[in-house]
């Protein structure tokens, strides 16, 4: 299949989803912003006569989150408002349904209760913002907000599990900019000026979703990984973020080296920060899946971006019903182009991988399970 934005649209009740993973993921989430800072939770100034601060859209996408996940999901949440006479609350566009705007949002089984800024004018108001935007849902943030040359630059975010990226490679940038530095393929040729019009034209009733997927390899010198939301028994030499994060959901060193070091530089040219590493065995290697949404804000005009990413061992994926034989096609259907931005030379994985799909897959059809079998709405195979 050719590139193409791979967007469809979105089902309102689709924008923010919460699995049993939700505390794992708050954990993580809340260790990053304590020791990443600017590289969790960013809000750029004004750069005048480009692009506006992100500071307005940031204490806006609090208020529509905790409006949101308090209508959506009842029992996680539950919210208290502004109900005193200050003019801040009586004039504030905040709430929903006219109701008052929402001062705190407690999550009802952490028994976690957070502040929402009311405005921007308090100090770190708008990082605060995010911050809370942040440890309430499980997925990350981009705002892009429109320049006035009509391209939208991203003016601040929530980027605590970005795993093949970090914030500071990417934040300021206008959205060509940020998949050009990336490499991304095909993206000046098919993507570039179909995307422009799309952020253009999006209307706030039409948010869209779309998906990606790439493999993750978790270097087999350390411990036995297991699911995301269990611990594994023995850990050993684990420092504080890999004791939290084992999993590498957060930033995947296994693949691109630490963190702090990392040089981004496009994926062509990730050579040299390679961590080389034996071939994984396949209970090491991960699917990692991201949702990604956008909906433009209504009362900022600001695109929210959101990022949503699930792991998934191969493994499991190797038992779901029709998914190896879909897997082990996606992967053998990569050009040259997206081999080289999806790292199937990195990591020594892809033989493994394809060895254990095609045996998954012929067990499968000597069954009699067919290519399209269940499983397919929770996979974007
Ligand atoms: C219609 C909207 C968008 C489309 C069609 C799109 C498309 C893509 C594609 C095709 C890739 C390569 C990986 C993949 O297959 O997904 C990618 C990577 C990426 N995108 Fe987007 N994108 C969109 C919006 C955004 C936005 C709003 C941001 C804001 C931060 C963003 C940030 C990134 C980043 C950071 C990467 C990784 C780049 C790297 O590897 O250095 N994207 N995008």
Same mark, same amino acid.
């Given at each position: 299949m050719g590139v193409t934005m791979g967007i469809r649209s979105m089902p309102w009740d689709e924008w923010i989803e919460l699995d049993n993973q939700f505390e794992i993921y708050h954990r993580i989430r809340a260790h990053r912003i304590r020791t990443r800072g600017m590289g969790a939770i960013c809000v750029l100034p004004d750069n005048p006569g480009v692009v506006e601060s992100g500071a307005t859209a940031a204490v806006e996408v609090v208020h529509e989150l905790a409006e949101y996940l308090s209508r959506r999901y009842p029992t996680t949440f539950k919210v208290s408002r502004h109900l005193d006479d200050s003019p801040d609350a009586i004039s504030s566009k905040y709430g929903w349904e006219g109701a008052r705007p929402i001062r705190t949002i407690t999550i009802i089984p952490l028994s976690a209760t957070y502040d929402i800024p009311l405005n921007t004018d308090e100090s770190r108001a708008a990082e605060r913002a995010l911050e809370v935007a942040a440890l309430i849902i499980q997925e990350d943030l981009a705002l892009m907000i429109e320049g006035s040359d009509g391209r939208y630059y991203f003016q601040a975010g929530a980027i605590c599990i970005p795993g093949f990226w970090r914030m500071q490679d990417k934040i300021g940038l206008p959205l060509d900019e940020i998949h050009i530095t990336g490499d991304v393929p095909k993206y000046r040729e098919k993507l570039e000026m179909s995307m422009g019009r799309f952020f253009q034209r999006l209307a706030v009733e039409k948010p869209v979703a779309r998906n990606n997927y790439s493999l993750q390899v978790l270097d087999?010198? *350390?411990?036995?990984s297991s699911p995301i939301n269990t611990v594994p028994e023995v850990i050993h030499n684990l420092d504080d973020e890999e004791e939290i994060d084992f999993e590498e959901l957060a930033w995947s060193t296994s693949a691109n080296g630490p963190e702090n070091s990392f040089i981004h530089g496009g994926h062509r040219v990730r050579g040299p920060q390679e961590v080389l590493v034996p071939a994984p065995s396949i209970a090491n290697v991960r699917l990692r899946s991201e949702r990604q949404t956008l909906r433009r804000l209504p009362l900022s005009g600001a695109i929210v971006f959101t990022i949503r990413t699930y792991l998934t061992p191969i493994q499991t994926l190797g038992q779901e019903p029709g998914v190896p034989g879909r897997l082990a096609s996606a992967l053998r259907g990569w050009g040259r182009n997206v081999s080289i931005y999806k790292g *199937?030379?990195?990591?020594?994985w892809w033989n493994v991988v394809l060895e254990y799909l095609d045996s998954c897959w012929n067990e499968q059809l000597a069954q009699g399970t067919s290519l399209e079998g269940g499983g397919k709405e929770n996979y974007p195979l």
């Open positions: 087999p010198r *350390k411990p036995q *199937k030379e990195r990591g020594n």
